[in-house]
């Protein structure tokens, strides 16, 4: 029965290839895929929903092919609190989350807890 569900699954999903391990599926999505859902915006949670695998073998997978989430400007702290006080000047009541999607908008990806510093 277990093999009848594992080749069911194989000719479902166009996009992953299913090969028995010594004890459950494993499943290879293209790295192409995920690069390129990943650079659309998607989220974790929602890329293992669009490919109907567990969160844990798109980390899984991500690790695989050296993937990451994160891509963070290389800014120093002088440029980084600058940017910010320009933004802060022209936006007076403006909260973090605000200031991280204006420096986003100015291609300046940071984390959340540099912006909560300056």
Partial sequence: MMRLRIESMKYGQGYSNISRALDEPKYDI????????????????????LLSVSERT??????????????????????LETEVRHVIAEFP???ETMIR????????KVYKYYVSIV
């Fill in 93 to 95: 009541r403006v909260g």
């Fill in 58 to 79: 798109i980390y899984r997978q991500m690790n695989k092919f050296n993937i990451t989430c994160y891509d963070f400007t290389d800014i120093d702290d002088l440029n």
């Fill in 101 to 108: 999607q204006i420096l986003h908008e100015k291609a300046i």
């Fill in 30 to 49: 293209p790295k192409e895929i995920l690069v390129t859902l990943i650079e659309s915006g998607f989220k974790i949670t929602e890329i293992s929903k």
